[in-house]
């Protein structure tokens, strides 16, 4: 690309709201109006559903679904300790059909089903062929309605798994309402922290790819095999341009 | 020790201080999430009447969590300065927010912060209506420095945060020219990384250090990483000039961050050695926000306002340049609208400023939360005439890789131009010169041009 001259010219650049111009200080009306349109998308977003039986379907036959304790949106939004929790029958179910020393998979709503719903199958297909051909244990996958991170601790733990990747639909921002995390957690039990995960984020259609975004979890689910831990003392040294990961970020519910 | 008050022929009994400050505290859903809030407003309100009548002094025999359990508690206890103390040690918590309204100026204030626990700010702020709680901060003046200076009278700071979903580092590069181009970046020019990844950490602290050395700006840059990982790029050589670290206030929610008052000191140590700062050495940057410890489950009971005054305790053990409340990014779990959000945004800045800290915050929200940007827009305004030290500078208010919206950089030329602040004078005479002060050309400044080739 050639070098900007123009304050315009900076949008070729990024995705970012760059170059908005102004109005006085503040911004003209198109540009206002753009994103009072994006924050009403948003806002609906958050608050779309699950199709579940349809997503367990595209995963493929054996996929198992459960719900947390939080019986509704509001409730899952104001109440994220019963998100994290699964319901006892769920879990009976889960602890009646173990998969001991597995890789378990968890896809989850989160914040917003919208990604989820859509490059989930795409994304548990490429985890499970790198997962085989690792050498993994391989546990049912299971889909899990009005869900947090953390209810993977519950999932794996009634599974028996050494380990959990949790598929979580990423809080819908006003240029990403299909984004998707996925958090993997060693040894996964109730009352993991989440200095003890890591995290690859943002994974969508125009932000990282679903094969690069595989092909990163692998890389750290490889290393929290030879070190027997994820989080803070697992540190991506894997070389840049592989995709991006996080262990603990910023301060968020 | 117990607590009672009798309201309308009622009378309500407060187990500790630890239940009376949770009693007393304004409405919020995290509060409500963790079981502590008063069940009715006359219980609040007795609440508050009794903590009104509290001598400050109990604060120093009664800790709302134990010495011996908790690190927080133990810096809080073994740095309390009687002598600074003294001259407010006969005042109840009532009396104490009279005299902060009343004959308190900027100089007495300086002088007390030292003799201040977090738990005696967290508790006058809990009876102080939101005039008082702007009122107070304004009259507090906490100035510090590293490569310009900030927090002097007249001023309002900005911090550019070129957030890119994948780090690339021409889309953070074109931020940055977007954020100079409309005056923000001389709080700090600071990253947070999509990867924690330390080849990555490191490529974006040269990226930004080029991008400052190429214009000659008087501002400090930072990737806001986790310090573990900030020490891993000073030990590659990599140019630092402030340490980050989301932080709370409590032992727990500060392990649950991965850190620790020891690992804080290791790396406040290893940035002070690399003496990067060109008018000051305060080199530190610290996040933090309501929420932050019940979300970790470290909370011991106590309400989310006086834990987020407990992590300015630990913050201010460490000499920071900038310190912000995160406060409308937790979610609203924690803070459920604009009316919570507003509140709390404002009881962080009074907080922090009366214990000496050079405070900012992130006027934000989220999209789960009931907010909008007219809410920012209040919380703008009234912590602007609240004197903040900071807030964030995002494109178009929109952060494409945190998911959530902050203040915009015309945000910031709004709210420098209706309260009639201006940069730090460092910076502001950067913007002169490159003739930036008073509009944003349609062409690049020249030096600008080449720099995305």
Redesign the interface.
């Known amino acids: 690309?050639?070098?900007?001259?123009?304050?315009?010219?900076?949008?070729?650049?990024?995705?970012?709201?760059?170059?908005?111009g102004?109005a006085g200080?503040?911004?003209p009306t198109a540009?206002h109006l753009d994103?009072?349109e994006?924050?009403a998308r948003?806002?609906d977003?958050?608050w779309s559903e699950l199709d579940a039986p349809a997503l367990a379907a595209a995963i493929g036959p054996g996929t198992r679904r459960v719900a947390s304790r939080a019986a509704d949106r509001r409730t899952y939004?104001?109440?994220?300790?019963l998100g994290r929790r699964l319901r006892a029958e769920d879990r009976a179910a889960l602890v009646a059909a173990p998969a001991p020393g597995s890789f378990a998979i968890l896809v989850a709503d989160g914040?917003c089903a919208t990604g989820v719903q859509a490059q989930a199958p795409a994304l548990v297909a490429a985890l499970r062929a790198g997962l085989a051909g690792a050498g993994w244990a391989e546990a049912p996958v299971v889909v899990a309605c009005q869900a947090r991170v953390a209810l993977g601790d519950e999932v794996g733990e009634a599974l028996g798994a050494a380990a959990i990747a949790v598929l979580i639909g990423?809080?819908?921002?006003?240029?990403?309402l299909d984004?998707v995390g996925i958090y993997l957690t060693w040894a996964p039990r109730r009352?993991r922290?989440?200095?003890e995960r890591n995290c690859v984020?943002?994974i969508r259609p125009g932000?990282?790819e679903v094969p690069a975004a595989a092909r990163k979890l692998l890389w750290l689910a490889a290393a929290a095999r030879r070190l027997g831990e994820t989080?803070?003392g697992l540190?991506?040294?894997?070389?840049?341009g592989l995709?991006?990961?996080?262990?603990?970020?910023?301060?968020?519910? | 020790m117990s607590f009672a008050q009798t309201i309308g022929g009622t009378r309500h009994v407060f187990d500790d201080l630890r239940m009376l400050m949770a009693r007393a505290s304004p409405p919020r859903s995290g509060d409500m999430l963790a079981g502590l809030a008063a069940e009715s407003a006359a219980e609040r309100v007795a609440a508050q009447r009794a903590l009104a009548d509290l001598p400050l002094r109990h604060f120093l025999d009664e800790a709302v969590i134990p010495y011996e359990a908790d690190e927080v508690t133990r810096l809080i206890v073994d740095r309390h300065d009687a002598a600074a103390f003294a001259r407010i040690s006969h005042l109840t918590v009532g009396g104490f927010r009279d005299w902060l309204l009343g004959e308190a100026d900027g100089a007495a204030l300086a002088a007390l912060a030292p003799g201040l626990t977090p738990e005696m700010v967290a508790a006058v702020s809990k009876i102080c209506r939101l005039q008082d709680l702007v009122a107070i901060a304004a009259k507090c003046r906490v100035v510090t420095r590293f490569r310009n200076t900030l927090g002097l009278p007249g001023t309002l700071s900005i911090r550019l945060q070129p957030n890119d979903p994948v780090d690339d580092p021409k889309g953070v590069a074109a931020q940055i020219l977007d954020g100079l181009l409309l005056g923000a970046g001389d709080a700090v020019i600071g990253v947070n990384p999509a990867t924690d990844n330390v080849d990555n950490i490191c490529r974006l602290l040269a990226m930004l250090d080029g991008v400052r050395e190429r214009f000659a700006i008087p501002t400090q840059s930072c990737v806001l990483a986790h310090v573990t990982t900030t020490l891993l790029a000073i030990g590659r050589g990599a140019p630092v000039d402030l340490v980050f670290q989301s932080i709370g206030g409590t032992e727990g929610v500060n392990r649950s961050f991965g850190v620790s008052l020891a690992l804080l000191r290791e790396a406040h140590d290893a940035a002070l050695a690399l003496r990067r700062g060109s008018v000051g050495t305060d080199c530190m940057y610290f996040e933090t926000g309501q929420g932050s410890a019940l979300s970790a489950d470290a909370h011991h009971g106590c309400d989310q306002q006086t834990l987020e005054a407990r992590a300015y305790a630990v913050a201010r053990e460490f000499s920071p340049l900038l310190v912000n409340s995160v406060v409308g990014f937790i979610g609203p779990e924690y803070l459920f609208d604009g009316k919570q959000i507003t509140r709390a945004g404002l009881e962080d800045h009074m907080c922090g400023k009366l214990l000496g800290l050079p405070m900012g915050v992130d006027v934000c929200y989220t999209n789960h939360a009931e907010a909008d940007q007219d809410d920012m827009d209040a919380l703008l305004t009234l912590l602007g005439v609240a004197g903040v030290t900071y807030v964030m500078g995002v494109p178009g208010a929109d952060d494409t890789m945190l998911a959530y919206q902050s203040t915009s950089f015309h945000d910031g030329l709004y709210a420098r131009a209706v309260l009639g602040r201006r940069p730090a004078p460092e910076f502001a005479a950067w913007l002169d010169r490159m003739g930036l002060a008073e509009r944003t050309p349609e062409l690049l400044p020249a030096p600008m041009r080449g720099a995305l080739a």
């Open positions: 690309m050639t070098a900007p001259t123009r304050w315009t010219d900076l949008r070729r650049f990024t995705g970012a709201r760059v170059a908005l102004r200080h503040a911004l540009a994103f009072q994006a924050h948003a806002r977003a958050v939004l104001l109440r994220p300790d914040l990423e809080r819908p921002g006003l240029s990403s984004s009352g922290t989440d200095a984020s943002n932000g990282l989080g803070v540190k991506d040294e894997e070389p840049v995709g991006a990961t996080q262990a603990a970020g910023r301060v968020e519910g």
